[in-house]
């Protein structure tokens, strides 16, 4: 897929709280996104579009067709910061996932997502 636009998010991860913003990601994904998940522990991570970005436990909801809304922030306060670190974790992996996907491979960007550590 030529041009396409890598999916990057903006993670917050302060305690128990699980926060951040798209910053970029491909409208052709509203059509795709929704076949990529992990599941862990019994709890099955996975990418959606929604109209608006949201956080609901397991579920990360991209940017939808919602336009004015694409610039929402997204958060979740799990039971504990290791289920908010394992729910990090598959998030990340699920965006590179999309990205190795969907990328042009001959693409040189190598940052399929950011991650920041709020204290």
Same mark, same amino acid.
């Given at each position: ?8 998010? $903006?993670? @917050? ?5 699980? @926060?951040? *913003?798209?910053?970029?990601? +491909? +409208? ?5 996104? &929704?076949?990529? %998940?992990?599941? $862990? %522990? ?9 109209? =608006?970005?949201?956080?609901? +436990? %397991?579920?990360?909801?991209l =940017? ?5 809304? &694409? &610039?929402?922030?997204?958060?979740? !306060?799990?039971? &504990?910061?290791?289920? !908010? $670190?394992t !729910?990090? *974790?598959?998030?990340? $992996? ?8 969907? !990328? %042009? =491979?001959?693409?040189? #960007? ?5 991650? #920041?550590? @709020?204290?």
């Amino acid at each position: 897929m030529k041009n396409y636009i890598l999916l990057k998010v $903006e993670f @917050c991860l302060y305690e128990n709280i699980l @926060c951040g *913003k798209i910053l970029q990601q +491909d +409208d052709r994904l509203i059509e795709k996104v &929704n076949k990529y %998940d992990i599941l $862990e %522990d019994n709890n099955l991570y996975r990418l959606c579009i929604f109209s =608006r970005p949201m956080l609901y +436990d %397991d579920i990360l909801h991209l =940017r939808g067709k919602n336009q004015s809304e &694409n &610039n929402t922030t997204f958060h979740y !306060a799990y039971n &504990n910061k290791q289920s !908010a $670190e394992t !729910a990090l *974790k598959n998030f990340k $992996e699920l965006i590179k996932q999309v990205n190795n996907f969907y !990328a %042009d =491979r001959s693409t040189t #960007e190598t940052n399929t997502y950011y991650v #920041e550590v @709020c204290e």
